[in-house]
């Protein structure tokens, strides 16, 4: 099968699933909730597919989608104060066609880059509970076998870049323990296809590159600012041009 057609099959499963009973009644209550600012809108409040190009080299992994955020618009980081941040700097390295995008259906496209996240529920506090990323884990995992072109993943924050080493070590010969920090680059040796197989294919490199997240409270503190969000996306432009 075609891979952008695979990648939109496991897409459709995910809408459709319910694994996570809290999540799926949190989801309608958002919806029956919404503030007043957002009352003409009708929520997408179903779990949020990945999107982004299926030849992608670069990997964004965010950790949920926002109440009223990408669970309003039903696209990860559309309409939310993070995706300003990320949309922003993904055009200005040339990953995205604009520089911004508050609803799903306008001509906002990805280039050489797929995003998707931890879990795919907005969680009550955006605290997903253990057992609900353990749920959600198999699309991940599922989505680095098809992305086959992937070589360099940024998780956005600590939570996403600790899910993200768990799912790269179901997959990898040699994962060591590695420190959250911004802006570290680590590189790291995965097999092609289901790493639980005792001799997997071809391997490849992937470089694991950090940051904090775009959430506001980073960025209204200063924690995170744009030249140092840019830094990232230099580093990952270096490194699939192979000039890190
Ligand atoms: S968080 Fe993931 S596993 Fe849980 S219901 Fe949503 S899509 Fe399914």
Redesign the pocket.
């Known amino acids: 099968m075609e891979l952008g057609r695979e990648l939109e099959k496991l897409q459709e499963k995910?809408?459709h699933?319910?694994?996570?009973?809290r999540?799926?009644a949190y989801?309608q209550e958002v919806s029956d909730h919404r503030p007043k600012r957002f009352r003409d809108w009708d929520y997408w409040s179903k779990?949020?597919p990945s999107f982004g190009d299926p030849d992608a080299r670069l990997l964004i992994v965010g950790l949920?989608p926002a109440a009223n955020g990408g669970n309003r618009t039903g696209r990860m980081f559309t309409g939310d104060r993070s995706g300003e941040w990320l949309f922003e700097a993904l055009h200005r390295f040339g990953f995205a066609n604009r520089p911004n995008s508050v609803r799903r259906d306008d001509d906002f496209a990805l280039t050489d880059c797929y995003i998707t996240a931890t879990?795919?529920?907005a969680?009550p506090d955006n605290k997903?509970l253990p057992e609900?990323?353990e749920?959600?884990?198999?699309?991940f995992l599922k989505e680095l076998d098809l992305l086959k072109n992937v070589n360099v993943v940024v998780p956005l924050g600590q939570i996403a870049f600790t899910q993200t080493l768990k799912c790269l070590r179901l997959k990898s010969f040699d994962v060591p323990p590695l420190a959250f920090g911004h802006g570290k680059i680590f590189p790291i040796r995965t097999p092609v296809g289901n790493g639980l197989k005792p001799f997997p294919t071809t391997p490849r490199m992937i470089s694991l590159i950090t940051t904090y997240h775009p959430s506001q409270q980073n960025t209204q503190t200063g924690r995170l600012t744009r030249p140092m969000f840019h830094k990232i996306f230099k580093m990952v432009k270096e490194k699939i041009e192979n000039k890190g």
């Open positions: 995910v809408i699933c319910r694994k996570c009973p999540l799926v989801l779990p949020l949920a879990i795919r529920c969680p997903p609900e990323i749920n959600c884990r198999p699309y």
